[in-house]
């Protein structure tokens, strides 16, 4: 089933050129049913390759642009009357579906965040007296502007911490620009078609659940997430004054799931260090809190995670 994995990205590179990271991520999201956050300036394709990986494997998609002014029923659906029956009926939102893309998240006031945090925790939506159950595969990419750009709000920690992964992307190479802007000029974009069945995707999941993964990278992910929390423990007393909150207990759960399927991406039966280094970054840097300190240093939680990737001990 890994040459599934091969088809799917094939596809998908139709209309992405590079932005191996992000894919990569949106896979590894998506077979470990989690979320992913994606942080980068506006242009760099982040809704085109989410509308591409969900054409790829033939799942719904919606799209929700964020906006200060949006509500809550904008994405859950409301209750609506219907004067001819004398009754309400339900309208549903754009939430009801496997693919949710949720456009600059962070424009959105508190509570339609309120609102999704609550669909991806417990992936059910209640709207007026009844409840509906989300059918599976369901999870929400959701894109994010750079804090610094105008219009934005800081995202709460319990809402970042539902996100399994926080990728930043980053611009393309001069070559890879080069051929974006061949492609875009010629017109000669290819359709992309499904690839994966219902069945195919689940099987895939399967498959990653039975990647061995020994104890020894066991104990290294959680002195890790631990090294985060007590890092004077770990001779980082350096990094005390920096951190605020350290990495949650979902960030221990959540590595296990991903370095599965980033070994299962790569074509490998079994978990190694370099599969937890490679990836580290994505599952801690928004779950890291840093202190007032950190802050007006400079600092970021890469840097922190980088200088705990290097102290810790490799098994």
């Known amino acids: 089933m890994i040459s599934k994995i091969q088809t799917i990205k094939e596809e998908v590179a139709k209309v992405v050129v590079g932005q191996d990271k992000m894919i990569d991520g949106l896979l590894v999201a998506l077979l470990c049913e989690g979320h992913i956050l994606i942080e980068g300036v506006p242009g760099l394709a982040k809704t085109t390759t989410v ?35 004398n009754n309400f009926k339900i309208k549903k939102g754009p939430i009801f579906t496997n693919l949710l893309l949720a456009d600059e998240i962070n424009r959105a006031p508190a509570k339609v965040q309120s609102a999704l945090l609550e669909v991806m925790q417990e992936k059910q939506i209640t709207i007026g007296d009844t409840s509906f159950k989300l059918e599976p595969p369901f999870f929400v990419m959701a894109t994010q502007n750079p804090v610094e750009q105008e219009g934005v709000y800081q995202l709460p920690e319990a809402q970042l911490d539902r996100f399994m992964l926080k990728i930043v992307v980053d611009y393309n190479t001069k070559e890879e620009e080069l051929e974006i802007a061949k492609r875009i000029s010629s017109g000669k974009i290819q359709e992309i078609k499904p690839v994966v069945t219902h069945a195919e995707l689940e099987e895939l999941k399967g498959e990653i659940k039975n990647i061995h993964i020994d104890d020894e990278v066991q104990k290294y992910i959680i002195e890790l997430v631990s090294a985060t929390r007590n890092p004077s423990e770990y001779k980082l007393e350096e990094l005390e004054n920096y951190i605020h909150f350290g990495a949650s207990p979902r960030v221990s759960i959540d590595m296990f799931k991903a370095v599965k399927a980033m070994a299962y991406l790569r074509g490998k039966e079994f978990v190694t260090p370099v599969d937890v280094a490679y990836i580290a970054k994505e599952i801690m840097r928004h779950r890291i809190v840093l202190t007032y300190e950190a802050e007006a240093e400079g600092i970021t939680t890469d840097e922190i995670i980088q200088k705990v990737l290097e102290t810790v001990a490799i098994p």
């Not at 964020?66 to 001819?84: C, H, K, M, R, V």
Request: proline content about 9%.
């Open 51 to 85: 509308n591409a990986l969900s054409k790829s494997l033939g799942l719904e998609f919606k799209r929700v642009q964020f906006t200060p002014d949006l509500l809550p029923s904008d994405i859950l659906g409301a209750e609506i009357y219907d004067p001819q029956q």
